[in-house]
């Protein structure tokens, strides 16, 4: 078998070997898609019971909550770290990403719509580099909050930015490994502002 050329690749090819039926998502993708739902669900309970007022929206929080837990272990059954947690926060921005692009399309900001979700698959692309042990954690840097760096840095991160404005949905052509480890350092980045 030929070697991968990038971590979307390399995920594809796991998941297809998984696949009962070519058309279907593989069921840890479909679990995936069930979490990020779960996750959704839990910030929508939260924004309920301040609006109204009623503290039963906050009671079910537990419920959807240890059920998101029970299914995120059987995708991710062994981490070490902070992993848990950020693979939590990589699907819930990733499926914030694509309700956003969404809502981007219908307003006819096609542009736009397609960047945010090859965004989104970035980020999902990551959360699965991250649990199949494809990134090295010790390769991020941590990038000191000076004012004059972080401009420094979004120039040369706007400079860099993907080619993935095309008028078509076409998935971004990547890099190896090293792309991915460049897209965790600017999402490190991103936490400085």
Known sequence: MEKAKSVKEF????????????KDLSSDQDLTIAIMNLISIEEHL?????KTGKTSFYDLIEEVRE???TLMQ??????????????????ASSMRLMEVGTKQQSLGHK????KLFNQA????????????NMLNIADVKWVEDKMEDVKKIS????????????ETAEPEKTGALAKM????RKAVDCCIE
């Open 181 to 184: 480890k460049a897209f965790v």
């Open 155 to 166: 120039a040369k991160l706007e400079q860099n930015e993907s080619p993935a404005l095309k």
């Open 67 to 69: 059920l998101r837990k």
């Open 11 to 22: 995920v594809e090819r796991i998941d297809a070997t998984k696949k009962v039926n070519p």
């Open 111 to 114: 542009k736009e719509a397609y």
């Open 46 to 50: 939260v924004f309920s019971g301040a």
């Open 74 to 91: 059987r995708v991710i059954p062994e981490y070490e770290g902070e992993v848990w947690c950020i693979s939590k926060h990589l699907l």
């Open 121 to 132: 698959y970035d980020l999902y692309c990551l959360f699965w580099g991250l649990n199949m």
